[in-house]
């Protein structure tokens, strides 16, 4: 659902922008809550991880495929203003480095892709857990239901800005119809690979998984033939250092692997709204990528002529340059909180 330049005229093109830069600038003030000992060694984890499954286009129907948006799967194991910021940066290397989404439609594409899809997806899975049993399973068929709706929603997102900014004279409800149609049927691969990579995490550390805190129930004692809630241990037993480190490497091989080796299977066939322009005609005003020249446009690698080993390793590159990007953006926003918190509990000296 990467938005190419050209699609949406200038002015929209701005306002998205405008929009999209204060959804982050909330969200960076939003994740110094979520960024804590355990959620922060893990965000920029969870932005690489996305760029690599983005790169594994699957195929839905009709010579259409469809990849993960992420939203979803980052919202619910680091929590959505840090998953904003974890999509944001995905989207942000993918236009620079590899000139996916157009540079121009970059805020077109964080509105749709990284606020859209966080927002929808959090406040579904959130409405769900809340009513559903406190169990791991709970957690996992309400981020399955939460990533199917959010696809949807990103396109409904994307037909209301073409409404107003589209470049073409397509009917909105031929635009809308198709896809609407097409994005439901990736959602349900979105829901799919959502809903295993947060089950995954749960089963091994349930607590590095933002959506799954207050789980577990309170235990309860019967005194005098009545429940009461018995009192919280002061002294929570900590996982140790070398679990995290250990979820931290399994991640970041996994992320490799999927960028580095399967996304050379990935389907070629052109993706949701790809399809959807060629067909209704919305791309007839579509512009080069200012990063055409780049040496690692489209996923390769200048200069290496084997396919297999240039697409690999641009998804290497693009793995290593998204987790730097966001390990660095998120030990910055950590590090103001800690500053903060420092500044809040120092007393100030008398005078």
Same mark, same amino acid.
């Given at each position: 659902?990467? #938005?190419?330049?050209?699609?949406?005229?200038?002015?929209?093109?701005?306002?998205? =922008?405008?929009? !999209?830069?204060?959804?982050?600038?909330?969200?960076?003030?939003?994740?110094?809550?979520?960024?804590?000992?355990?959620?922060?060694?893990? &965000?920029?984890?969870?932005?690489?991880?996305?760029?690599?499954?983005?790169?594994?286009?699957?195929?839905? !129907?009709?010579?259409?495929? @469809?990849?993960?948006?992420?939203?979803?799967?980052? !919202?619910?194991?680091?929590?959505? *203003?840090? @998953?904003?910021?974890?999509?944001?940066? #995905?989207?942000?290397?993918?236009?620079?480095?590899?000139?996916?989404?157009?540079?121009? %439609?970059?805020?077109?594409?964080?509105?749709?892709?990284?606020? +859209?899809?966080?927002?929808?997806? *959090?406040?579904?899975?959130?409405?769900? +857990?809340?009513?559903?049993?406190?169990?791991?399973?709970?957690?996992?068929?309400?981020?399955?239901?939460? %990533?199917?709706?959010?696809?949807?929603?990103? &396109?409904?997102?994307?037909?209301?800005? *073409?409404?107003?900014?589209?470049?073409?004279?397509?009917?909105?409800?031929?635009?809308?119809?198709?896809?609407?149609?097409?994005?439901?049927?990736?959602?349900?691969?979105?829901?799919?690979?959502?809903?295993?990579?947060?089950?995954?995490?749960?089963?091994?550390?349930?607590?590095? #998984? *933002? @959506?799954?805190?207050?789980?577990?129930?309170?235990?309860?004692?019967?005194?005098?033939?009545?429940?009461?809630?018995? &009192?919280?241990?002061?002294?929570?037993?900590?996982?140790?250092?070398?679990?995290?480190?250990?979820?931290?490497?399994?991640?970041?091989?996994?992320?490799?692997?999927?960028?580095?080796?399967?996304?050379?299977? %990935?389907?070629?066939?052109?993706?949701?709204?790809?399809?959807?322009?060629?067909?209704?005609?919305?791309?007839?005003? +579509?512009?080069?990528?200012?990063?055409? /020249?780049?040496?690692?446009?489209?996923?390769?690698?200048?200069?290496?002529? /084997?396919?297999?080993?240039?697409?690999?390793?641009?998804?290497?590159?693009?793995?290593?340059?998204?987790?730097?990007? @966001?390990? =660095?953006?998120?030990?910055?926003?950590?590090?103001?909180?800690? /500053?903060?918190?420092?500044?809040?509990?120092?007393?100030?000296?008398?005078?």
């Amino acid at each position: 659902m990467h #938005v190419p330049d050209g699609f949406i005229n200038a002015p929209v093109s701005v306002a998205a =922008g405008v929009v !999209a830069a204060g959804a982050v600038a909330v969200s960076l003030r939003g994740a110094r809550r979520e960024l804590d000992e355990k959620i922060a060694p893990l &965000a920029g984890l969870v932005a690489a991880f996305i760029f690599a499954v983005q790169m594994l286009n699957f195929p839905v !129907a009709a010579g259409t495929s @469809g990849h993960l948006l992420g939203g979803a799967l980052a !919202a619910i194991l680091v929590g959505p *203003y840090t @998953g904003v910021l974890c999509v944001s940066v #995905v989207l942000l290397m993918q236009g620079i480095l590899f000139a996916d989404g157009g540079l121009t %439609a970059l805020g077109v594409n964080i509105t749709v892709m990284a606020v +859209v899809t966080t927002v929808v997806a *959090y406040a579904v899975f959130r409405g769900l +857990v809340k009513v559903l049993p406190k169990k791991r399973r709970s957690v996992t068929v309400s981020a399955f239901v939460a %990533a199917a709706l959010s696809v949807p929603a990103a &396109a409904l997102a994307f037909t209301l800005v *073409y409404a107003i900014g589209g470049t073409t004279d397509v009917p909105l409800g031929r635009v809308l119809t198709a896809m609407v149609g097409v994005h439901v049927l990736i959602g349900l691969g979105e829901a799919a690979i959502t809903a295993f990579t947060v089950g995954a995490v749960i089963a091994v550390r349930p607590d590095l #998984v *933002y @959506g799954a805190r207050g789980l577990r129930q309170k235990l309860q004692l019967r005194v005098g033939g009545e429940l009461v809630d018995a &009192a919280p241990d002061p002294k929570p037993e900590l996982a140790p250092a070398h679990r995290t480190r250990n979820v931290w490497l399994t991640g970041l091989a996994a992320s490799l692997v999927l960028a580095g080796v399967v996304s050379f299977y %990935a389907s070629a066939s052109p993706d949701g709204l790809e399809k959807v322009a060629a067909d209704k005609g919305i791309d007839v005003k +579509v512009e080069e990528h200012a990063a055409a /020249d780049s040496p690692l446009a489209d996923y390769g690698v200048e200069g290496i002529t /084997d396919g297999r080993l240039s697409g690999g390793l641009a998804g290497v590159i693009g793995v290593g340059a998204t987790i730097a990007a @966001g390990t =660095g953006v998120f030990w910055a926003v950590r590090k103001r909180r800690t /500053d903060e918190d420092s500044t809040a509990v120092t007393p100030r000296a008398s005078v």
